[in-house]
């Protein structure tokens, strides 16, 4: 649904204390994006990493394009170590809701857990 705004030559006059306001939150906001922006290039480099994808345009030709997927790996067996951890010990925790204990929410992750 489109809706047309339509422009005024009406002029606003703000105090100078809800000017200071609204530039405040003009420069949260781009922090905030540039901030976002910086990690979004990060997350995908690592993505690319764990997906075992590898960037070789500047590589010359005749050198090597092997990639050795050490990030993949190192994950799944962090991963793994983390998991083996938490369900070696059985039954050691209890989730309770609003008070009450609540064994189908207790079996759904140990049921995760487990598998």
């Known amino acids: 649904m489109d809706e047309k705004i339509e422009e005024t030559n009406e002029i606003i006059i703000i105090s100078e ?17 540039e901030a976002k922006s910086t990690r979004t290039k ?13 960037d070789f345009s500047e590589k010359t030709a005749g050198q090597s394009q092997e990639f050795i997927p050490k990030t993949s790996v190192a994950i799944e067996t962090l991963a ?33 857990l487990n598998n």
């Open 17 to 33: 204390a809800d000017n200071k306001l609204i530039q405040m939150f003009i420069e949260f906001k781009r922090e905030a994006e």
């Open 80 to 112: 793994a170590f983390i998991k083996k951890a938490l369900i070696a010990f059985g039954d050691w925790f209890d989730i309770e809701l609003n008070g009450e204990a609540s064994p189908k929410l207790k079996n759904f992750f140990n049921y995760y």
């Open 42 to 54: 990060v997350d995908a480099a690592n993505i690319d990493a764990y997906l075992n994808k590898q």
